[in-house]
């Protein structure tokens, strides 16, 4: 550090030879020096973040990790998910699908042509861009439709994704029943095997319905297992989040979606009912597992969805974020537009 002499650097060389003599004056000098010298310990500038009360490599260390806003924009030539490949943006990819997944099929034809704005959190480390973090709003405007998701608090603290009238987005049913059955023809629990006549617990329901009905998945997940296992035939695992699986058994055969390592939307055919391995008749054996723990699938089917409204003050709110997201992506569009003279892409 650069000395300064401070203001009173003469008067106190004046009178030092006293102040060797005085202990009294001697403290007076010393109290004089601490004072003229405290500027010069203090920041620079009170909002300068250049004082040793913050070091810079801590600010610095701030602004390069952590989370930034940002926006991406485009037109759908094929698929959805095959324009965010070309960026580099799967990951975005199955985020946005599976948010709007009950009002439109991004992979579909009719949104061929469709232009899309999505503003989401990225995720940095050290100045670089990482993971993909929350999305905060996506519009998808087609010839016909828009497709809209915001997401917004509401004044319990719940985080859910609205469109611009307040409908909640994510509205489809919590899960939905695997196939179109005649009966139940095994309930959950213990019974006779049908085979080996001998008193075992049975993990599942089974579901009886003609060879080659479709069977869907229940919810959104990733294909865990897909292939023959014993007894239980053509299976399908699929594991689904909060910890929870779901097996299909005794399936003719297993689709394409119901590959292993295939991501899953509810509702996607996996495979067909038959009766493969131990089985007396075409039917579908589906359980479900929660948490390593076989549930009662029938009781877990029932299970609703939670109703998500607004009030009419949360509406008001929910319509200002709106504003606010769709400010935030126009700025940023016209920012990229600036400095690559491309026009920016508008709904």
Same mark, same amino acid.
């Given at each position: ?47 300068g973040?250049? /004082?040793? @009360? %913050?070091?810079? *490599?801590?600010?610095?260390g ?5 989370? #930034?806003?940002?926006?991406?924009? $485009? ?7 095959g ?77 859910s994704?609205?469109?611009?009238? /307040?409908? @909640? %987005?994510?509205? *489809?049913p ?8 005649? #009966?139940?023809?095994?309930?959950? $629990? ?25 069977v ?10 897909s ?53 007396? /008749?075409?039917?579908?054996?589906? *359980? ?51 400095i ?8």
């Amino acid at each position: 550090m650069r000395f300064v002499k401070p203001p009173f650097f003469h008067l106190l060389q004046r009178f030092r030879n006293q102040a060797r003599r005085k202990p009294a004056a001697s403290l007076l000098i010393a109290a004089l020096l601490v004072l003229s010298c405290l500027p010069l310990l203090a920041d620079e500038d009170e909002f300068g973040l250049e /004082g040793p @009360a %913050v070091p810079s *490599r801590l600010v610095r260390g701030e602004q390069e990790s952590g989370k #930034r806003i940002a926006t991406l924009a $485009g037109t759908i030539s094929s698929t959805f998910s095959g324009e965010m490949s070309r960026k580099n943006m799967s990951a975005l990819a199955e985020k946005v699908k599976g948010l709007l997944a009950s009002r439109v099929d991004l992979d579909g034809a009719s949104v061929k042509g469709a232009s899309y704005r999505i503003l989401y959190e990225e995720r940095r480390d050290d100045g670089l861009a990482g993971d993909t973090g929350e999305i905060l709003a996506v519009e998808v405007s087609t010839a016909k439709q828009r497709f809209n998701a915001y997401r917004f608090t509401n004044a319990r603290g719940r985080i859910s994704y609205y469109d611009e009238r /307040g409908g @909640a %987005v994510m509205d *489809r049913p919590l899960f939905l029943q695997p196939c179109d059955y005649e #009966r139940v023809s095994s309930e959950f $629990g213990y019974r006779r095997h049908p085979i080996s006549r001998l008193i075992r617990f049975h993990g599942g329901v089974d579901l009886a319905a003609p060879s080659g009905t479709p069977v869907r998945a229940v919810a959104d997940g990733t294909v865990a297992f897909s292939g023959r296992n014993g007894g239980a035939g053509n299976m399908v695992t699929i594991s689904h989040n909060g910890g929870m699986a779901t097996q299909y058994l005794h399936l003719s055969r297993v689709t394409t979606a119901g590959a292993f390592g295939s991501r899953i939307r509810q509702g996607d055919v996996i495979g067909y009912v038959g009766s493969t391995g131990s089985s007396t /008749g075409p039917h579908l054996d589906f *359980r479900v597992i929660v948490d390593g723990m076989l549930r009662d699938p029938l009781a877990t089917l029932k299970t609703q969805a939670p109703k998500r409204s607004l009030t009419p003050a949360e509406l008001s709110g929910l319509l200002a974020k709106i504003d606010l997201y769709r400010s935030e992506v126009d700025n940023s569009l016209f920012r990229v537009a600036g400095i690559s003279n491309r026009p920016a892409v508008s709904l």
